[in-house]
């Protein structure tokens, strides 16, 4: 019997973005559950200057077990793609040497540079199959402001926003603003995930102080209205074909937290509640998961994508966003509802590169020169 041939998986974690260090522990957890009698995992940390190394499963992390203090090892050899390469497409950037072969990328890049379609641009032009949407629909759904106008064209109910640019700053009005969406309301930088840079506004002072802070992180702020309601979240997973999985609910304990925030995502254990599945009537679970599956296919999404919305008292459901290369860290949703349904994560990782490489043999077929 022949023996099949592991596929070599490049996990590229890390990156310039305020989420480096939640994608550093997505990364140790992908790494750890995939299949090594499938997959060779290749190991390759971008750090927050943007360099690029290859490192070994021993020493690639810094203080993993704590998420205040977890990094990434600089120590190794810096690597680079040569992007017209057939194979070894990994070289060392010190002797330009080549200096491996790459068969899938897996990104656990969360956030701008990895999550916004400029990564993927790189892996297309390398010619090399990855996990996850491609460049269209990981741009649009990165970019808050844009996601929500193409949910209001495909007829996909959202909350009210309006978004500004830097070079805006100085017009925005806190008093029309208010005017539109009320109080109290959202501040974010308009890409970027892991809640960084969101505050909640009560007040005129919040205000001023959240816009500068949102600015800090973007060159684009968006401000949403306050939904009243349970924060519902639901997993897709597929490309031509989607399917979603059973719905979970965030529950932010209230007494520790104003709303859920970076620190209570990823720092206080006691920060929010997921309650998996959620408490919901069948057609109410029926009803969130169609609205998922609709949502990632109006945002031409492909491979995976977790879908955030609200459950109003009405009975209403309103999409807040969707995450496009999804966390698998220890308190992920994403992963967290498909292991509900027995679709534990080495299975689930098996079918996201599965994905990438089926998608990536029906790109091959088509035509590159006119006959």
């Known amino acids: 019997m022949t023996k099949t041939k592991k596929l070599r998986v490049a996990v590229i974690f890390g990156g310039k973005s305020a989420e480096h260090e939640v994608s550093l522990q997505s990364a140790r957890?992908?790494?750890?559950?995939?299949?090594?009698?499938?997959?060779?995992?290749?190991?390759?940390?971008?750090?927050?200057?943007?360099?690029?190394?290859?490192?070994?499963?021993?020493?690639?992390?810094?203080?993993?077990?704590?998420?205040?203090?977890?990094?990434?090892?600089?120590?190794?050899?810096?690597?680079?793609?040569?992007?017209?390469?057939?194979?070894?497409?990994?070289?060392?950037?010190?002797?330009?040497?080549?200096?491996?072969?790459?068969?899938?990328?897996?990104?656990?890049?969360?956030?701008?540079?990895?999550?916004?379609?400029?990564?993927?641009?790189?892996?297309?032009?390398?010619?090399?199959?990855?996990?996850?949407?491609?460049?269209?629909?990981?741009?649009?759904?990165?970019?808050?402001?844009?996601?929500?106008?193409?949910?209001?064209?495909?007829?996909?109910?959202?909350?009210?926003?309006?978004?500004?640019?830097?070079?805006?700053?100085?017009?925005?009005?806190?008093?029309?603003?208010?005017?539109?969406?009320?109080?109290?309301?959202?501040?974010?930088?308009?890409?970027?995930?892991?809640?960084?840079?969101?505050?909640?506004?009560?007040?005129?002072?919040?205000?001023?102080k959240a816009v500068g802070l949102a600015f800090q992180y973007d060159r684009k702020i968006i401000i949403e209205e306050n939904i009243p309601g349970r924060e519902i979240e639901c997993s897709v997973l597929g490309n031509e074909f989607p399917c979603a999985s059973i719905p979970g609910e965030v529950i932010s304990n209230a007494a520790h937290?104003?709303?859920?925030?970076?620190?209570?995502?990823?720092?206080?254990?006691?920060?929010?509640?997921?309650?998996?599945?959620?408490?919901?009537?069948?057609?109410?679970?029926?009803a969130v998961q169609d609205i998922a599956v609709r949502t990632f296919q109006s945002l031409c999404l492909e491979g995976m994508a977790r879908v955030d919305m609200f459950l109003t008292p009405e009975g209403d459901l309103l999409v807040n966003e969707v995450n496009t290369l999804p966390g698998f860290t220890a308190v992920s949703m994403y992963p967290k509802l498909w292991e509900a349904v027995g679709k534990k994560g080495t299975q689930l990782i098996s079918e996201l590169i599965d994905l990438a490489v089926r998608r990536f043999n029906e790109e091959k077929k088509l035509k590159t020169s006119v006959d």
């Open 257 to 286: 937290h104003d709303f859920y925030s970076y620190e209570a995502k990823y720092i206080d254990e006691k920060g929010a509640t997921l309650e998996i599945p959620a408490k919901l009537s069948k057609k109410m679970i029926k």
């Open 29 to 208: 957890n992908i790494i750890n559950a995939m299949d090594k009698k499938k997959f060779e995992p290749v190991l390759i940390g971008i750090d927050k200057e943007g360099v690029w190394h290859l490192n070994d499963a021993e020493h690639y992390l810094l203080n993993s077990d704590n998420p205040k203090l977890i990094a990434l090892n600089k120590t190794a050899r810096h690597v680079s793609f040569h992007p017209g390469a057939r194979k070894n497409q990994l070289m060392s950037v010190d002797s330009e040497k080549k200096i491996g072969h790459i068969d899938v990328i897996f990104p656990v890049l969360h956030g701008p540079y990895g999550e916004d379609g400029s990564i993927q641009g790189l892996f297309k032009l390398a010619n090399i199959p990855f996990v996850g949407p491609g460049v269209l629909g990981s741009a649009v759904g990165m970019d808050k402001d844009v996601m929500k106008r193409l949910f209001r064209d495909a007829g996909i109910p959202t909350s009210d926003f309006v978004a500004f640019s830097r070079h805006e700053k100085n017009k925005i009005s806190f008093e029309a603003v208010v005017d539109r969406l009320g109080l109290p309301l959202f501040v974010k930088p308009a890409n970027l995930g892991s809640s960084v840079g969101i505050s909640k506004v009560k007040t005129k002072t919040e205000f001023k």
